[in-house]
Each structure stands twice: as C-alpha cells, then as structure tokens.
C-alpha cells in the first residue's frame, strides 16, 4: 500500500535490534542493518473522526522502506484487530515468555504468539534488509513476519501452503488507501500450484495456470523483463512461490491493491515517485465487484466507475479512498412494487431503463422459460419484487436479483459494435422516468428562449470568430517558441496548418505524414494515426507520457490533436528527410563516413535512452532507415517511438500479430515468445550494416567472385570472420575510411543480429563500443544467417 502518511512523532530514535526490557515507542523506529527498512509506529490519517476512536488518533505498527521519501508501508502489524487509540502511546517489547507484544494502556493488544520459551535473556528482534521482521532465540526463529505476510509480497518471501498443518501464507489487500485492515481481495498459491485472486474469499476472478517450470502459463510475459528470478516448490510438504531481483540495486516490490489488482512497483529516483512495472489483471474492470453493486466499470472513462442511472453514490467517504466494493451506489428512489394486474395500478407500478452494449451481471440470474417476448419477459420481471433487472436475447429471458454486480460498459469502434455488449434493462421507480418526462416541457421553452437569444449574438461570434483563431495561433506559437509542454492543436488548425493534408511527405504502418506550415513559418510534420481507438483521456495520457521524453537523438512532439475519432501528433520538421533517402537513392548526396559513424552512434544512443533511462521503457520496433530522420546538420533523430504505447497497450509484452518490416525483424518476432528491447537491437545490427555498405540489406544479389552470396549480411559476417573488413563497405566512399571504426561497426552490427536475443549487446553497451570505451570480440556467425547461405548458395549456382 502506498500512502502518505507520516510517524506518529517527528522525533526518533534509531535502533537495530530490540532485546528484553527494552521498549520501542513513540517516533522510535528499528532500523536494518543497511538501513533499507524500518519498523515503528505510524498514526493513521484521519483517524481521530473514526467511529473506533476512542479519544485519540490511531497507530499500526508497520515495516516501511526507510530510504523512500514517499513513506510506504510493506507490512503491519494486528490487522484482524482494530489500531491502537488513546493520547498514550503504544509500546513494543518481548514480553517475560519470549513473545513481542504491543502493550497499550497496560494491556496486550497484541502478540506474536510463538511458543512460549523457559527464558526470553536469548530472544532478540531483528529487521532483516529483506524486510522481514524476525524475533530469535540464539539460532532459533521463535517468528517473523515472512510467516504472517499481509498485502505485500516482498523479494525473497513467499506465498503458499504447508500441505502438513494447513497454514497458508496469503495476501490481503487493505480496506482502503489509508487503512491496512482486512480487506476483501486476496491472492493464494493453493494445492493445485495455482495462482488466484479470489473476493471475499469466495469469488475467483483471475488464475496465474500451471506453473510450466519457468513462468505460470498464463503469465508468460512475467520473464519478458529478466528483472527477476523465481523459485517454486510443489512436493508432499508445502507448494510455495517466491521472487528475487536480479538487480538488487533496484527498489521493489510486488502487492495486492485496494483495487483487487496486483502490482508490481519500482522507485524511480528521477521522478521521486513509484512507476508501476506489472499490472494483474491488467484491466481493473476484470476485477470481481471492483466498482461494487449498481454500477458500471469503464476501464476508458476518467473516473472507471459510475452508478446506474436512478442510482448514486453509496459512500462518497469510502469512494474517495478507492472503496467501492461493498458500497457501490444506492437507489435515489425505492421501488413501488405495485401489482400490474389491477389496471388502476398501472401508473404506479415500475419500470425500466435499456442500458445497451454492456456485459451483463456477474451475480447469479434465473433463467425463464416458456417467455416468448421481450414485453412478457419484462412483466414476469414486475411481478417479482426481488426482481432487479432482465434481459431478453436468443438465450431467452434472463433475470437478476438483488445488487447488480460486474457490469461494464463496452464500446463502439468506427461506429461497430464490439460484439460483446448486450441489452440490460434496470428495475428503476416510476418517479425516475416521470420526472424526466416533466422537466421536457421545461427544456423545451428553455430552448427556445435560448435560440431567440443566440440570434442576438450570433453577428458578435462572427466578429469575434477572427480574433479568437488569430489570438490561439499567437498563444500554440509562444508555447512552441518557449518549449512550455505539449500544443493541443484543434483539428481545423492543422487542416489549414497542412492545406488540407494535401503535401505528403511520408507513411507507415502508423499513418501518414503530412508537411504543415504554422502563421510564422515553422514548419512542421503532422502525422495522421490508423488504428487508433482510445479514449481522449487515455490518448492524452500517454501521448503526455511521450512529449516528456527528450534527447538530441528523438524527435521532438510539438503537439497533438483528439476530436472524436481524428488522433494526429505533430512533430519538429526534419529537413534532410529520412536516412534511407541518402543511403538508397542514386540522386542523393554521398554521406561520408564521419557523417555515417555519427549517425549509427547518435541512433544508438537514442535507443539506449529509451531502452534503459526512461521511467516505464520503451521499445521501438520498427527501426529501419525510414524512420531515422536527419536535421539540418544530419544529427540522427529517431520518429515514431511511442506509437505502440498509442495503439496497443502491453505492446511489449507476448504480440498477437508481427509489428516491423522485413528485413529488420528479429527470429522472436516470428516465434511468438514474448519480445524484449532487443528486438530493437535486432533490428539497429542490420540499419548498421546499410550504413556501412550502402545496400538495403534485403535487395542484395549473387556475388561475381563466385561465393555465391545473396543476402549481403552474411557476406559481412564471413568477410568480418577472415579479417576483410574494407570489401563491403560502399564503393561510393572511394575507401575514405577509418578502417578502426569499420572494423567496430561490423562488429556491433553482427553482435546485433545474434539469433539468440541474450547474445545481443545492450543498446548502452553499443554505445560505450562504438565510442571506443570497450573493446568487442569478434562475433560468431549467426545459425539463421549460416541457414540462409545454404540456400542462397544452391539458389545461385
């Protein structure tokens, strides 16, 4: 749980260990011996307006990671049990058996319960730099708090069940944002050696599979990172899982959500803030009762969950801190139940409301038979006042009874059902629809009078249409001039901006791209994108999430623009075009090759910020020439990074389809396996190698001098194995080389293209290459390439 929060006293006292006699209070805190954690009291927010109040704020005794400046807690204390309250202040101490217990006002409010020892002079607590909280006597571990985990799951514990005594090491969620009581979600390891997530320890709504003796089936993407190891165990004894960092340098952890989802968290130094890594299940909406009874989730919409009409919210108090579960919305309007069968009583009885292109409830429905219609099937409804709503489809008529719970909200792409929605009619009060029918004579006068007035001002909006437009270019120019954050343009604008789309300048599997001018000549690139269904807030977030990255080596996102269905981004013009336009193109302008090498190592190093230094990674997957573009002075700008982030979310992980061109896709793309940041590193080996030559790396043709060589890298990779590295580099340079550089290019761009993605370099180790900081072996001859020069060799003989 992340919460800010602070100790319950702004003075402390540091200590390593808690031996017999000796008291933790106060703002007293028990550090580990690296200081990565710390254990102690902290005052709950609020708490003194709680109904369990009594007479003061409350306090929990907690683990938090004692490095973070943004506290956060990973484990406390008494969670079954209600907090410490009163103006005295809770103590911690091992107690005359050898137990640590809390005492307040004199009393335990709680222990540990371990079993009782002749003598507690051996028993010391200790705080372990793993997190765990650990009370020994000499070698023996009496407990520790690895045993006894609550919402979070730290590196090295684990989670599972000792098949002997029946115990099992669960995770909670807590009850809200501030609150670490009980909460209703958790997440097991059970006999099966599966994975679940299960509401009020009833209800499953996500399963991990099989472990396969990697990864759970149905979590292939958890080794796509390589930022953990896993151990489990399934024998007569126990089934377990645990994790462990292989980078211990990085701050952690993994926990179970208010929201029923569980996360997987990194500190990120640079923001100061936690970035979220993994994400299960990766729509809150998959989670069981995540909005609560009467509402509908909306994984698109701002605020995901909203109450049915006739409904509203059951607790604001419980909603602002992300409890919604339970509460969810109540009716404005109890129902009238009123017996249809009388005809007097026909005005009073209930009706219905049609909430269309919705998943229908998860909570039990009784199926009707012998229903022929849709206007039967509503009466049958009526008759039963249980009856909260029904539905009536080729399955027959359907209805529900009680809370209306897991309902969603599906959507429409380019005016298409997504064939998932169905029609759920809600049971709401006569009153909800007739005060509706009432307030439309009021609309309606209220709408003439408000047209009578727009004709007064409509010939003021015409002048004032003018300066307005003429005013936002001013202000989109300022903004563009002084750097201050993304323009969000408006559609009209870049239509003009463009003439109307009418210059293309180039395209993709993303969309077009158009040449625009703005009111004081700079020029700009506006790319028109394909396939992009998002929500406006959505697009604006991660379009946001973008814009923030800069380097020398990126192109800059001017702006954007989101009306509707029309998503275009708006990016610097790069006048020199795109790299393959001067390595392909007989008219173009030979580059030397200090131009070259600068460029390869500026695409490098730009690959490199993506890959390592920004805070959620991003991977490319599609570089190629056409989408290295070159500024004025030919410094290399890579375009179109992010555009996965636009168009398909968890694009990094397992892919349904093969992104990229031929030509720079690694072998993984075609096996299916979940991709990583070195098929970007796949695909910059082979722009390297055009680079060098000057030859697109797909085109080549049989070789005169009789090796009968058709795909050209394979030609690099056997000339770089016996020394000639000069014969492949394009004739058009006249030899005018540093032979040094050729000879470390090759090499890069044949460790590049290794079939095996752990036997590529680092785009950051690429760079540390080509700038003459580490000296690089000679590669190996990929199998793939070794497989395609057989066939070449047959082809051309």
Not at 264 to 272: F, K, P
Not at 526 to 542: D, N
Not at 602 to 615: D, N, P, Q
Request: a neutral charge; proline letters at 4%; one cysteine or more.
């Amino acid at each position: 749980l992340c919460a800010l929060h602070a100790p319950a006293s702004s003075a402390s006292t540091e200590t390593y260990s808690l031996s017999p006699g000796q008291l933790l209070a106060g703002g007293d805190k028990l550090v580990s011996s690296g200081g990565k954690f710390a254990l102690g009291f902290i005052q709950i927010p609020g708490s003194d307006s709680k109904p369990s109040g009594s007479g003061g704020n409350s306090t929990q005794l907690r683990i938090w990671f004692n490095r973070v400046p943004k506290l956060t807690s990973v484990w406390v204390a008494n969670r079954g049990g209600s907090p410490v309250t009163g103006a005295a202040s809770p103590e911690l101490t091992i107690s005359g058996d050898g137990n640590l217990v809390i005492v307040d006002h004199g009393k335990v409010a709680w222990s540990t319960q371990a079993a009782a020892t002749a003598s507690n002079n051996r028993t010391v607590l200790l705080l372990l730099d793993t997190g765990n909280l650990v009370l020994r006597s000499a070698s023996d571990v009496l407990w520790q708090s690895f045993d006894h985990p609550t919402d979070t799951l730290l590196p090295g514990a684990t989670i599972g069940l000792d098949k002997v005594t029946g115990r099992s090491r669960r995770l909670v969620s807590s009850k809200n944002r501030i609150d670490q009581a009980l909460g209703l979600y958790s997440m097991e390891l059970g006999r099966s050696g599966v994975v679940q997530m299960l509401w009020d320890s009833s209800v499953p709504y996500w399963s991990s599979g099989e472990w396969n003796g990697g990864y759970f089936s149905s979590v292939p993407g958890m080794t796509a990172r390589h930022l953990f190891g896993f151990t489990f165990v399934n024998d007569d004894r126990e089934v377990s899982f645990a994790y462990h960092l292989l980078d211990e340098t990085i701050t952690m952890y993994s926990f179970l959500d208010v929201s029923g989802q569980r996360k997987v968290l990194a500190w990120h130094e640079a923001t100061q803030n936690w970035a979220t890594v993994y994400t299960h299940p990766t729509a809150q909406c998959e989670v069981h009762a995540a909005c609560g009874p009467f509402t509908v989730c909306d994984d698109n919409a701002p605020t995901r969950c909203s109450c049915m009409k006739g409904f509203s919210v059951g607790s604001p108090e419980d909603w602002d801190l992300d409890d919604r579960s339970t509460s969810g919305c109540r009716r404005n309007t109890q129902l009238n139940c009123a017996s249809i069968s009388s005809g007097t009583m026909v005005g009073m009885a209930d009706m219905f409301y049609a909430m269309p292109s919705v998943r229908l409830p998860y909570n039990p429905h009784s199926a009707v038979g012998h229903v022929a219609s849709a206007v039967e099937c509503e009466q049958v409804c009526l008759s039963n006042c249980s009856c909260s709503a029904y539905t009536f489809g080729s399955g027959g008529c359907s209805m529900w009874h009680g809370g209306l719970l897991n309902v969603k909200q599906h959507h429409q792409i380019d005016g298409a059902s997504s064939g998932d929605g169905e029609i759920l009619h809600i049971r709401l009060a006569a009153k909800e629809f007739r005060t509706r029918k009432n307030n439309n004579v009021v609309i309606i006068l209220g709408a003439i009078g408000a047209g009578l007035n727009a004709l007064g001002i409509l010939v003021l909006i015409v002048v004032l249409r003018r300066t307005r437009r003429n005013k936002r270019y001013s202000e989109t120019l300022d903004k563009i001039h002084g750097g201050s954050g993304l323009v969000s343009f408006r559609y009209s604008d870049l239509r003009r901006a463009t003439r109307d789309f009418s210059e293309k300048i180039g395209a993709g599997g993303f969309g077009s791209v158009f040449k625009g001018s703005l009111n004081d000549s700079t020029t700009i690139a506006v790319k028109r994108l394909h396939g992009c269904y998002q929500q406006e807030k959505q697009f604006r977030a991660e379009v946001s999430s973008i814009g923030i990255l800069h380097h020398t080596n990126l192109v800059k996102i001017v702006g954007f623009c989101c009306e509707g269905d029309k998503k275009l981004l708006v990016y610097e013009h790069m006048p020199n075009s795109s790299l393959d336009a001067h390595l392909f193109r007989s008219s173009a302008k030979t580059l030397n090759w200090r131009t070259r090498y600068q460029i390869a190592l500026g695409v490098a190093r730009g690959l490199a910020y993506l890959h390592e230094s920004c805070l959620d990674y991003i991977i490319h997957c599609d570089i190629k020439p056409q989408n290295i573009l070159l500024d004025a002075l030919f410094v290399p700008k890579i375009a179109d990074f992010g555009m996965a982030k636009l168009l398909t979310r968890d694009f990094s992980r397992v892919m349904t389809t093969t992104r990229g061109t031929i030509g720079y896709l690694a072998p993984e793309w075609i096996s299916g396996v979940a991709i990583t940041p070195k098929v970007d590193v796949y695909g910059y080996g082979m722009v390297l190698l055009e680079i060098i030559s000057g030859r697109m790396n797909a085109n080549g043709e049989c070789g005169s001098s009789g090796d009968g060589i058709v795909y050209f890298p394979i030609q690099v990779a056997r000339k770089l194995l016996e020394g000639n590295v000069t014969s492949f580099v394009d004739d058009r340079l006249n030899g005018d080389v540093i032979i040094d550089e050729v000879e470390r290019a090759c090499k890069v761009a044949c460790w590049c293209i290794q079939d095996r993605e752990f036997e590529r370099p680092t785009m950051g180790k690429v760079v540390q290459i080509l700038e003459g900081l580490v000296e690089v072996d000679t590669p190996p001859m990929p199998k793939l390439l070794e497989a395609i020069a057989g066939r070449s060799n047959s082809a051309c003989t």
